[in-house]
């Protein structure tokens, strides 16, 4: 609609435009803690109240024209005096008022009515494009991923077509000749998902196909269902939030679809036969046909483009919000920097760094071991912050010496895995490390010279960086999960040698490869081949190769043997029995196998909610036992050797981090537990001598212990 004089009718001059009435309504929401939904659903809420009822409370009629700011240009001479006639009459853009409040039009009309009434049809059309284009997404992208063969090429086939035609030209095509899509705001919103559904449902399809191998899957399909129902029940679940995401994203890319073509003049003027609804994309049209921006008329075309930007950062945030929904490390990772904040504590977590903020002072300052090569002193854990902060491992003392094992034992869930990755400080966020030292030893300790001590806690990148792999190597548990599975095992080989040996050749660096690969008895052609390619046991024999690629001074192996079974795990506890002889690192080894440790380990420290709990040289734990726990923990696994015996096993299950028991925090399960138990907490003190140290009250103040923890001690054990 542009300015033409000889189509404007003029009316009653002086007659103002009519008020209409307006409502208010309230809304009460229960809004979760994450102040990005908050605010999202806070903007959202606004434009969804501005959407109902913004007809209803907007002062003017979007169309309605203000005659008293017209101004007369021309009049045609009359028969008398004051009966000379206007011959036409040319509006006034008014600048915002009390009676405008966002100023006029060109045609005299109220631009805060048209923006409020604009919002119904620009928020219809989005949403429903987005509801009709999740539908087809999860139609064709679930039924492709779950149904595979003909079906799943067929559909893929059909989604990769759309994705390779640019969706905005092919949906400006459909819309100029489709011919009553400019009056009905439903069959806009019907071609906008036709051209919008192929990237959501490539991605569920993705998603489908990892699903549909899982043993839930796998159960529910053997137990003779549906695939109907297994689609519905089993499968779409597991999808919700990804569905939500695609929603939200399918919402706002729809929203500026409606606004482009509406703004090329495709989705119908209100002005138009038949007439189409007043839209954003319709007012910032008639805005630069009218030269506003030219003009300097900014509250005719600001406005929408305003009402765009603060839509799309609201259904933004609701994305992010479902992102912190179902990642815990998202969403624990914000609350951490909500309360470091409110805290007045600066917290700027780095890539492979975890978070040290030493709110509590250091472990006192203590003599070092002579052989020690990794002490870890007074280290305390969290992950959040503040009164949101789960304590998952407190003040724990352990002492690594040189050739030596050193087994970390516990239940799932004990704390185990967070101790040995917070003293290298590889724990991401929401991890904090609060309290404590880890000393790296790299020289033996002597009275006179150098020991090369270092805190790792204080190391900043190009130490620590420095010190990993060369020195201090890890095995985690899933070794599928560590190998990069698009690059050959050969190739990462090489890339840990080419960082931390750069002076080797790259037929230096493949010998070594070959050489690394023999010691863990893998054939060389291996090197070649890509992680999935390998069965668990030689995944795990590439991680601990990888490992000693350096010849590092500490290897912590976080349960190397998980989900491999009892032969395989025998053949590399021998493999690196093997190599520590051969290398001579020292190994901190983490399971919740008490029968493996007594093996391999010279000494074994047990962890129970977070602490250590006992601490005794392995095979006098084994034969004698001080702790409820660690007693219960040896009884879980049968004999193999002698008469059957009952299995007594430990009753109920860990405890809740976040709501510890007063006192012994093993209290509610040990059978053997008295009224101190539950009202103090047992710290680590030696008994029979500084060989062995438990954090029990049975062993304090002359307390009555049980006969099953005062059994001797080995000979030539325990003192």
Not at 640 to 656: F, K, N, Q, T, W
Request: aromatic residues 6%; charged residues 15%.
């Amino acid at each position: 609609m542009t300015i033409d004089s000889t189509t404007l009718t003029a009316t009653t001059p002086g007659a103002g435009p009519i008020a209409q009435p307006i409502f208010h309504r309230t809304r009460i929401l229960r809004l979760p803690r994450s102040p990005k939904v908050l605010v999202g659903l806070v903007i959202m809420a606004v434009f969804g109240v501005i959407a109902v009822i913004g007809r209803l409370i907007a002062p003017y009629s979007p169309n309605q024209t203000d005659e008293k700011n017209w101004v007369q240009h021309v009049l045609v001479p009359g028969t008398g005096p004051g009966t000379d006639i206007p011959a036409n009459f040319y509006p006034l853009p008014l600048p915002p008022s009390a009676a405008h409040w966002l100023g006029t039009t060109v045609f005299a009309q109220d631009a805060w009515s048209q923006l409020l009434s604009s919002t119904q049809a620009t928020l219809f059309v989005g949403l429903l494009a987005a509801a009709i284009a999740t539908v087809l997404s999860i139609l064709i992208g679930v039924s492709a991923g779950y149904l595979g063969g003909g079906a799943d090429e067929g559909l893929s086939l059909v989604a990769n077509v759309f994705l390779a035609i640019p969706g905005l030209p092919l949906l400006i095509v459909i819309a100029s000749y489709v011919p009553s899509a400019g009056s009905s705001i439903v069959l806009v919103a019907a071609i906008i998902a036709v051209t919008s559904w192929a990237y959501s449902a490539r991605t569920l399809r993705a998603q489908t196909l990892s699903l549909r191998n899982r043993d839930f899957v796998e159960a529910a399909r053997v137990s003779g269902e549906r695939p109907s129902r297994i689609i519905l029940v089993e499968v779409l679940p597991n999808l919700i939030p990804i569905v939500a995401a695609s929603f939200l994203f399918t919402s706002l890319s729809a929203i500026g679809a409606y606004v482009v073509i509406a703004f090329l003049g495709l989705a119908g003027s209100p002005t138009s036969s038949p007439p189409g609804l007043w839209n954003w994309g319709e007012m910032l049209r008639e805005g630069f046909a009218n030269n506003a921006v030219r003009s300097g008329w900014w509250w005719w075309w600001a406005p929408p483009g305003i009402f765009i930007a603060v839509l799309g950062t609201g259904l933004a945030l609701l994305n992010f919000g479902i992102d912190e929904f179902i990642n815990p490390r998202l969403r624990a990772a914000g609350l951490t920097r909500k309360a470091a904040r409110k805290a007045g504590i600066s917290v700027r977590p780095k890539l492979g760094m975890t978070q040290v903020i030493r709110e509590r002072p250091k472990a006192t300052s203590l003599s070092h071991p002579s052989d020690a090569v990794l002490e870890i002193r007074g280290l305390s854990v969290d992950y959040g912050y503040g009164d949101e902060a789960v304590h998952a491992v407190v003040d724990c003392n352990l002492v690594l010496r040189r050739g030596r094992v050193l087994g970390l034992a516990g239940e799932s869930g004990s704390g185990k895995s967070t101790l040995a990755l917070a003293a290298i400080r590889l724990l991401r966020a929401p991890a904090v490390i609060t309290a404590g030292e880890v000393l790296f030893h790299s020289k033996p300790i002597s009275g006179d010279g150098p020991t090369g001590t270092i805190d790792l806690l204080a190391a900043d990148d190009d130490e620590l960086r420095a010190i990993r792999w060369s020195e201090i190597a890890v095995v985690l548990q899933s070794s599928l999960n560590a190998l990069n599975p698009v690059i050959t095992i050969g190739a990462q080989f090489d890339d840990l040698l080419r960082v931390h040996r750069p002076h080797l050749s790259a037929a230096e660096r493949w010998a070594r490869s070959v050489e690394l690969f023999d010691m863990v008895g893998i054939n060389a052609e291996r090197l070649r081949s890509y992680p999935h390619e390998l069965s668990g046991g030689m995944r795990q024999r590439a991680m601990i190769a990888m490992a000693i690629a350096l010849e590092p001074q500490v290897m912590i192996l976080d349960e190397p043997t998980t989900a491999l079974d009892v032969v395989t795990q025998r053949e590399i506890i021998e493999e690196l029995v093997g190599l520590r002889d051969r290398i001579g690192f020292a190994t901190l080894f983490i399971t919740h196998d008490l029968s493996l440790l007594v093996e391999l380990a010279d000494e074994i420290d047990v962890m129970y909610a977070g602490r250590l709990m006992e601490r005794a040289p392995a095979a006098a734990l084994f034969r004698a036992p001080r702790l409820p726990y660690t007693h219960g923990l040896l009884h879980c696994f049968p004999p193999l050797h002698g008469p059957r015996v009952a299995m007594e096993g430990i009753p109920g299950s860990p405890p809740d981090l976040r709501d510890l028991p007063t006192g012994c925090p093993f209290n509610p399960r040990c059978k053997w537990a008295m009224p101190k138990c539950r009202q103090e907490l047992p710290r680590m003190a030696p008994i029979n001598g500084d060989a062995r140290e438990v954090a029990c009250w049975l062993h304090r103040d002359g307390a009555n212990v049980p006969a099953e923890l005062a059994l001797a001690d080995p000979v030539g054990v325990g003192t």
